[in-house]
Nanobody, 125 residues
Framework: QAQLAESGGGSVQAGGSLRLSCAASQFTYNSACMGWFRRQAPGKEREGVATIDGDGSTTYADSVKGRFTISKDNAKNTLYLQMNDLKLEDTGTYFC??????????????????WGQGTQVTVSS
């Protein structure tokens, strides 16, 4: 499996923006389903935030629609998550996810089986 390495987390005030990056060690991930997940608090279940399929189609959780944008740069083997208008409830550890993906489709409900180590995002008032 490819190694996934997130970066770009940090602290920001509500209403601010951050861009997360996820570098993949294998170019074959360019055509794969990939996604961003987050765990909002220790012990809380990890939830899907956004996914992007090999054809570039994207899917978002309702809580981030219109504020977050997932994209990828195939030349750099890098996945991004642009987060705008951040809210207090966006605080959490954000994880990049890659294949293998069990089952059909590519959505925030998909069963990913390769994860990065996570990057912390803290939104304050």
């Amino acid at each position: 499996q490819a190694q996934l390495a997130e970066s770009g987390g940090g602290s920001v005030q509500a209403g601010g923006s951050l861009r997360l990056s996820c570098a993949a060690s294998q170019f074959t991930y360019n055509s794969a389903c990939m996604g961003w997940f987050r765990r909002q608090a220790p012990g809380k279940e990890r939830e899907g935030v956004a996914t992007i399929d090999g054809d570039g189609s994207t899917t978002y959780a309702d809580s981030v629609k219109g504020r977050f944008t997932i994209s990828k740069d195939n030349a750099k083997n890098t996945l991004y998550l642009q987060m705008n208008d951040l809210k207090l409830e966006d605080t959490g550890t954000y994880f990049c996810a890659g294949p293998p993906v069990l089952g059909p489709g590519c959505t925030p409900d998909s069963d990913f089986n390769n994860w990065g180590q996570g990057t912390q995002v803290t939104v304050s008032s």
